[in-house]
Every structure is written in C-alpha cells, then in structure tokens.
C-alpha cells in the first residue's frame, strides 16, 4: 500500500512530535514537581504547605499525561530504544518510578491525618517525588549525551556494560543539577504566579533567583564541556534515511569529540534553542526581582523549551549513541517501527492530541485563581 507520507518524513515527524511531548511534560508536570521540591523551604507551616500544594492540587494529575504520551510515543516510535533503554537503565528507572509512586501518595494521604509529624512525613514525601525524578532525568540526559554503555551483538541482542553507578559521572550529575534547577525555578515561577502575595511567595522568589542564576552557570559549563570535553557523535557517510531500521545496517556511528554542535553550524536557526534557554532565564530573573509575576513564569517556561529542545537538536538524529561500540548507536533513521505503523499512530495523534490540548487549556481557564489560605477553611476539596 502506498502511503501519502514517505518514511523518512515520518521519522522526522515523530522525532519532533516526541520532543514536542517531552517538552509538554517538562513544562506542565515540570512545575509540579518544582513546586513539590521547594515546598518544604517556601512554607513553614501547616496552612502555608496546604496553599502551596494546591497551587497544584486541581492539575497535577492531569499534566502527568504528558509523562505518559512522551514515554509512550518514544517507545512505540523507536522500539529499540525501549529494548536497550529498558534493559540497562532499569535500576534507575525502578528509582524514578518508586518516587512517581510517593507523590500522588503523599498528595492523597498527606491531610488525612491532623497528626504534625504525618503531614511533615508526606510533605517530605512530595519533595523527594519532585526532586528526584527531575534529578535523574538529567542524569539521563547526561548520559544519553555521552554515549550509553551497550552493545548489539548480529542478531540485535542488546548487551549493557554499565553500572548503576557508573551512571553518576560527573558531567551526567551537571546535568541533573541543571534540570533540578531549571525546573525549580520553573516551580517557582509558578508559585509567585498562583499563591497568594505573602511570605511564601517571597521566599519563592529567593530559591528561584538562586535557581535561576545557577540554571544559568550550569547551562553554560554543560555547553563548555560538550564543546571541549570530547563528548560527541557523528553519522560517518551516507545515512539512508528510508532504509529499514536495523541499527547495524547502513552508515555507521563514529565517535567525534565537539560533534553535538555541528548542527548548529549546518542550521543556523537551530541557535534559537541555547539563546532561548538562557535568554528565558534571564527574564525570570528580571521578573522575580521586579515582581513582575507573569515574566517571571514566562521566563522560566521559556528557558525550559530552550534548554530540553538545545539537547533534542543537538543530538539529531541520534537518539541514544552508544559509548562502547558507536556502530551500535540508534538514530531516528535505523531504530523506528515500520512505515505503516509510524503513519497509523500519525492519524491517532492528529486526531487525539488536539483534543487534550483544548480540554487541558479548559481546565486550566475554569480552575484558574490563586491558592490562599483563607480558601482552606471554606472549600472542602482542597488538599
């Protein structure tokens, strides 16, 4: 059957709607969890933390979705990244998944219970369901960037020669820094935003002036180090972008110190992303100083599409280059699912992915407001 998309297109297409998921995670559940990672410094008290969860509380659910249509999307597009990704990182993953777990606990059980000591146990529940997820996937990032430890063996057995350990180096741990704190001061844009003027939105305003300035300073050395700390791949020869996907067939992998930029020197506009990621920072900065709540979350939204979207086209078209045997490494061009099955899920995410973003959009407008602390003795569906 003769399909009205060619393969390559749609190779390109998914890639770019898969960024365009992650980022949607990044910027909605990525406030979650930077509120929920700030919550036990910006609230000191019962009625204080109740305020900050609810700036939440009525969508937190919701923009997991994100989450799941991003994941989803990734391994269903690229199946050989699922096999190999599944395969070496799942004791990280096990650690991602037990605090994803924790949050929507600690949401649910935290007020069940008058008890100090219960609700101070959840609200330490919601920081390391925040925190650590954001933590490792920068970690992730930073390792993806690098080059991951596995192997394909000629029947496309994946073999991982790693550690668990060994995925704490120090340029992976940057980037988990950098993703704790752009998401942090993505958290706090957000609280300035949707709580009420007051002692917690001032402290917001401190933790995101640190965040901001060191999502700033660790942009910046990730881009030194990618520049000159020999971190690299490139396609050597002729890639057949319509070919059949087996990793091991067609143009190999070769590793090549400082090649994450070369796209960037191809395709000027691609500069949009890193000035963006710094350029949105600054302006949170400025809008945290000034009180000028609305640039401040502006800002923060903006540097976050800017520095997830830098490593997308940075990397492009590899999706997870392998370190030990760079022939191995999986691009957009050798480890999709068939043509027929890229189009197929086209169809269902034209028609699908619309309908979230309208009922997302008329959540967000119907359940708009800031959280106070007056709001807790009067409405009793507040967390």
Wanted: net charge positive; proline share 5%; glycine share 12%.
């Amino acid at each position: 059957m003769e399909l009205p998309i060619d393969y390559a297109t749609l190779r390109v297409l998914w890639w770019a709607l898969v960024g365009i998921l992650l980022i949607g995670f990044a910027l909605t559940d990525g406030f979650d969890m930077g509120v929920g990672a700030l919550l036990p410094f910006v609230a000191k008290d019962d009625a204080e933390r109740r305020m900050v969860i609810n700036t939440v509380g009525p969508t937190w659910e919701g923009n997991q979705v994100w989450f799941i249509l991003g994941g989803g999307a990734l391994f269903a597009a690229w199946p050989f990244v699922y096999a190999v990704s599944f395969s070496g990182f799942y004791l990280a993953m096990f650690v991602v998944l037990g605090a994803m777990i924790l949050r929507p606990v600690s949401f649910k059980y935290r007020s069940k219970r008058p008890n100090p000591r219960w609700r101070s146990f959840w609200d330490w529940g919601l920081f390391v369901g925040g925190f650590v997820p954001v933590l490792c996937f920068g970690v992730a990032l930073g390792n993806v960037l690098q080059g991951a430890p596995f192997r394909l063996d000629n029947d496309l057995r994946a073999f991982y020669d790693g550690s668990f350990i060994g995925l704490f180096s120090p340029f992976a741990l940057l980037c988990g820094l950098l993703s704790v704190s752009m998401l942090v001061l993505h958290g706090a844009g957000w609280i300035v935003v949707k709580a009420e003027e007051g002692p917690v939105t001032e402290r917001a305003r401190r933790f995101g002036e640190i965040a901001g300035l060191a999502s700033i300073v660790l942009f910046a050395a990730g881009g030194f180090w990618v520049a000159f700390g020999g971190l690299g791949f490139r396609i050597e020869g002729l890639a057949d972008a319509a070919g059949p996907s087996n990793p091991l067939r067609g143009a190999a992998a070769v590793r090549a110190p400082g090649a994450w930029l070369d796209n960037y020197g191809r395709h000027g506009w691609m500069m949009i992303a890193p000035i963006l990621g710094f350029a949105g920072a600054a302006l949170a900065l400025a809008g945290l100083q000034f009180r000028k709540d609305w640039m401040a979350f502006t800002g923060s939204s903006a540097s976050t599409v800017g520095i997830v979207a830098t490593v997308g086209l940075s990397m492009f078209p590899f999706i997870l280059p392998s370190s030990v045997d760079p022939r191995s490494s999986l691009t957009v061009w050798n480890a999709s699912s068939t043509h027929l099955t890229l189009f197929v899920m086209l169809l269902v995410t034209a028609f699908f992915l619309p309908l979230i973003l309208l009922y997302t959009s008329w959540v967000y407008k119907v359940l708009w407001g800031r959280s106070t602390t007056g709001a807790l003795t009067t409405n009793p569906d507040l967390y």
